[in-house]
């Protein structure tokens, strides 16, 4: 491939709404516009940028949904309707997802120059809600229809087993996994509690020096694992300063583009940072419940591995790491997959994470990738990946990037063969499971007041050695019981399933 195809990242920009009046804040439309004529003013190229895009794809946002905000945002920056104009399906991973097909497409020579936007105004709604006040969002952009929608999701995000057990949320699932990850590296309940604390105070530190953070605020590894009236648990074992933060005011936008373009466009190098390669993975397991080990995630390593393979670089290469981190076990997964020690001495996030420098939506990559790339500006010698993880750690994306141009060639490989966990069959829950079982995964969710309330289980019926058929229940909702399941560890414990007849839901009583 020729070096003129070479895809560089050179222009970002974020944004951190502080307004508290709904009224004055300023509507999705225009926060979107600015913060991708931000990005163009970052190349060094301006405004007179768009003229040459051929590309323009943005990720809608919860409260705002005119029929194409894509072509909405096109239009008010002069982007030529002639190009490829699309909104992007939904998923923490599709700021990274669009990277990789960006490049490739840049790569064949297919794309010159490409933007992307996405953010959320959710606070700003939520505060118009709460004041009774309305909201005159700009509407409309052309039939959504006019282009495809790219990487749309054509399969729904629970099962409607998950949906009639009311494990819908991601507070309900991501708890899951940690508990059983936590089970099978054999950490005590208190081991486990001081390392979330330990990792997750790295990150915070990193929020608290960046000026886009929602919570730019350094938070001990006590204050983040001690539960307290300002800290409640949510679902066990994590408290509210372990969850993600979704409802903020925050956008980002980058601007990709083949070499040769930002050659004839006189785009400093110093403004460059290469995309040296990206993967995306899926699991073969979709729904959270059916996953046949709830300790690892094959589509997740997938990911990461192909990036690093297409880059030509070993994990040990890369000096920065922004790791998808809606909860604690997205980032302990990742350590786990790669081999990664959970207290490496390299950062995990450039942001601070999406408990603390916010997840708005589907859009916090954009904010990821912007402030991967300003530090790579700043140490150009550095490697740095940024991932993506969308649904319940069900669906994958990683790329590499670096200030440096690749040594090893641009000619794309072929992607890498899935790991040989991903050809493991799902393990579909038996809807009329009855009889005595053990526990694989649970949580148990906790009310505003601190106070358990209700749980969750997957687990497997005790035939065949204990490895019979998978079931998903929920737990009695008997305080007892649940302080009970909280107080010491219940991966591994015999109960009871049978079938509710009034609400058809399975539910385990453990022993």
């Known amino acids: 491939m020729s070096g003129d195809r070479v895809p560089v990242l050179v222009g970002v920009a974020q944004y951190v709404g502080r307004e508290t009046d709904p009224t004055a804040a300023p509507d999705p439309l225009t926060m979107m516009a600015d913060v991708a004529s931000r990005a163009a003013y970052d190349s060094g190229v301006g405004n007179s940028l768009f003229a040459h895009v051929d590309a323009f794809f943005h990720i809608p946002s919860a409260y705002w949904t005119p029929a194409n905000g894509a072509g909405l945002v096109a239009e008010r920056l002069g982007i030529d309707h002639r190009a490829r104009i699309q909104n992007t399906g939904g998923g923490g991973e599709m700021g990274i997802l669009a990277a990789n097909h960006l490049a490739a497409e840049i790569m064949a020579g297919r794309t010159e120059m490409a933007v992307m936007t996405g953010g959320q105004a959710w606070k700003t709604a939520e505060r118009a809600e709460a004041a009774g006040v309305e909201l005159n969002w700009p509407v409309g952009g052309g039939p959504d229809g006019a282009h495809a929608r790219f990487a749309p999701t054509t ?6 087993l998950e949906e009639r057990h009311r494990l819908t949320r991601p507070i309900q699932a991501y708890p899951l996994f940690e508990n059983a990850l936590r089970a099978a590296q054999g950490m005590s309940l208190a081991e486990h509690a001081q390392r979330l604390g330990q990792m997750m105070t790295e990150f915070t530190a990193v929020a608290a020096a960046n000026p886009y953070a929602w919570f730019p605020t350094k938070r001990s590894a006590k204050e983040l694992q001690t539960p307290t009236a300002e800290n409640r648990m949510i679902g066990f074992p994590y408290t509210k300063y372990l969850n993600s933060v979704l409802n903020t005011d925050q956008a980002g936008a980058y601007v990709m583009t083949s070499a040769a373009k930002a050659r004839e466009l006189g785009i400093p190098e110093d403004r460059w940072v290469y995309w040296w390669g990206g993967h995306n993975a899926s699991e073969q397991a979709w729904f959270a419940s059916t996953r046949p080990n709830f300790a690892e995630c094959p589509s997740m ?13 070993g994990v040990d290469d890369i000096a920065l790491f922004d790791f998808y981190s809606c909860f604690p076990i997205a980032v302990r997964m990742a350590c786990a997959m790669l081999g990664i020690d959970e207290l490496d001495s390299r950062p995990f996030t450039v942001t601070g994470g999406l408990p603390y420098a916010g997840g708005p939506g589907s859009a916090y990559n954009m904010n990821s990738i912007a402030a991967m790339v300003e530090q790579l500006r700043e ?27 690749k040594q090893r060639g641009w ?39 601190g106070q358990p309330t209700m749980g969750y289980v997957c687990g497997r019926l005790n035939e065949n050695g204990g490895n019979g058929r998978r079931f998903l229940a929920n737990l009695p909702e008997d305080p007892d019981l649940l302080h009970d399941l909280l107080a010491s560890e219940a991966v591994g414990r015999n109960g009871q399933v049978h079938i509710d007849d009034t609400t058809g839901r399975s539910i385990f009583t453990p022993a």
Do not use: C, W
Not at 155 to 160: C, D, G, L, N, T
Not at 412 to 427: E, F, K, L, V
């Open 411 to 449: 000619d794309r490989p072929d992607a890498p063969p899935p790991s040989a966990s991903m050809a493991t069959a799902p393990a579909i829950p038996d809807e009329s499971a009855e009889g005595r079982g053990r526990i694989e995964a649970y949580t148990v969710m906790h009310n505003r007041d």
């Open 155 to 160: 399969k729904p995000m629970v099962s409607e």
């Open 379 to 405: 140490d150009d010698s550095s490697i740095g990946m940024v991932t993506g993880n969308g649904f319940f750690m069900t669906k994958h994306a990683a790329a590499v990037l670096s200030a440096r141009p």
């Open 301 to 313: 390593k997938d990911s990461s591995l192909g990036a690093l393979g297409q880059a030509g670089v």
